[in-house]
């Protein structure tokens, strides 16, 4: 056991002098700490914990105890669990501590420098080492009690989010104004739902920074009208809704994640009313993950399910869609980087109106190669253009949205 038997009677002689340590150390720790740090029904407890931490301090040194083997006072251990379920930080109960530190500190040295006949400087260094241990050692187990309540608390918290999620997306009996009270999230407004998800490449601490940057971004690009809702589908996947001001373009949104070079993908999907347009736009934005998971690296970084509907929709029979496909592109309906480029070219010579020279603009490349690669489509694959384009347009979205059908066999 460490050895402060010199520091017993400063120990003693604090005893009489806690009331009013206690009494000013509440008082500064009020003015200090801020209000909204502490809630006023906490108050009490504050009070309690304080004078339980001074009271210990005092009897540790009174009674020769070893402050390594001193763990909290149960009314200071309650008291960090509350704090831990209200939100406060944990620095805001250190800080308390280290202010209790000092005042009891400049009492006690107080008291040796008024006593004659000692080493004044040995028994100020030997109260300044029993400080230190004593507080670390509270320090520790402070903050070890926080985080595992803070951990429970969390998980707890959303757990329930997650229970009144799922009651609004499948029950047909939710309470509304509950779950909006849970939630703090109103249904009687214009809904967004987004996904946004990382590679399987991305995992861990990196996975989550991602994530939570990535939700900065979309909700920067998007015209809110108010804080979204926020809910975990895995390790690397979130689910956003968001009140929204009207139609939403993707074009800023897609630039934003873009400039971030944050490794996510985003799918956005439709604009909704009330609590049927917030399970709809849950649904299609579900949709248009899938669908981009199912493109795999020819997707865009951000997916809108008005946009790509009509290939999220095509699920149900996947031999029928590569069926559809072959007979609309024959042979250039097959796996490889080079047909995947010829189909792109195609693709983006249809939207242009079958414009060369847009055509390569489009595609940074000079006109002569956009030519060269649609005499290969006409002449090599024998695809012809002269017809109506809806048919070819649409078996290449197939192509790219659901690439399965290329390597699928008959």
């Known amino acids: 056991m460490a050895a402060y038997g010199t520091l017993t009677w400063v120990g003693h002689a604090l005893a009489p ?12 720790t009020e003015q200090m700490i801020p209000v909204d740090d502490i809630a006023a ?5 504050r009070a309690a914990s304080i004078a339980e931490n001074i009271a210990a301090v005092q009897h540790v040194l009174a009674d020769n105890i070893d402050p390594a083997t001193v763990g ?4 200071a251990a309650a008291y960090a669990q509350r704090l831990a379920r209200r939100g406060v930080p944990l620095t805001v ?16 040295i107080g008291l040796i420098l008024a006593t004659p006949g000692i080493d004044h400087n040995a028994r100020i260094a030997e109260l300044l080492r029993f400080a230190s241990i004593y507080l670390d050692r509270l320090n520790s187990s402070m903050g070890r009690i926080y985080e595992a309540e803070r951990d429970r608390w969390l998980s707890s918290r959303q757990a329930a989010r997650q229970q009144w999620i799922a009651r609004l997306l499948d029950s047909d009996d939710v309470d509304v104004p509950a779950a909006e009270e849970a939630l703090e999230y109103r249904l009687d407004r214009s809904h967004l739902a987004v996904e946004v998800w990382t590679p399987p490449t991305v995992t861990g601490a990196e996975a989550t920074r991602a994530l939570e940057q990535a939700r900065q971004v979309v909700a920067s690009a998007l015209r809110t009208a108010g804080r979204g809702l926020v809910a975990s589908t895995g390790d690397r996947a979130l689910r956003i809704w968001f009140p929204v001001e009207g139609e939403q373009g993707i074009d800023d949104l897609t630039a934003q994640v873009v400039a971030s070079g944050l490794p996510v993908r985003v799918a956005l999907g439709s604009l909704g009313e ?3 347009g917030f399970r709809r736009s849950t649904r299609n934005a579900a949709r248009a993950k899938d669908l981009a998971v ?18 999220a929709l095509l699920t149900d029979d996947p031999d029928e869609l590569a069926a559809l496909v072959r007979r ?8 490889g980087a080079k047909k995947e480029l010829l189909r792109h070219t195609l693709d983006v010579f249809l939207t242009e109106g079958a414009s060369y020279s847009r055509t390569a603009r489009t595609l940074d490349v000079h006109r002569n190669t956009i030519q060269y690669r649609i005499q290969q489509i006409t002449t090599r694959y024998g695809i012809t253009l002269d017809n109506n384009s809806f048919d070819l347009r649409f078996a290449l979205g197939i192509c790219r949205w659901h690439p399965h059908v290329l390597t699928r066999t008959f």
């Open 93 to 108: 109960l250190l800080r308390a501590y280290g202010l209790g530190q000092y005042r009891l500190l400049d009492a006690a």
């Open 41 to 45: 029904d906490l108050g009490d407890m």
């Open 294 to 311: 199912s493109a795999g690296h020819t997707a865009p970084p951000v997916s809108a399910y008005d946009a790509v509907a009509p290939f």
């Open 274 to 276: 009330g609590l049927p």
């Open 72 to 75: 909290p006072p149960p009314g």
């Open 328 to 335: 609309t592109l024959g042979a250039l309906a097959g796996a």
């Open 17 to 28: 002098l806690t009331p009013g340590i206690t009494e000013d150390l509440i008082r500064v």
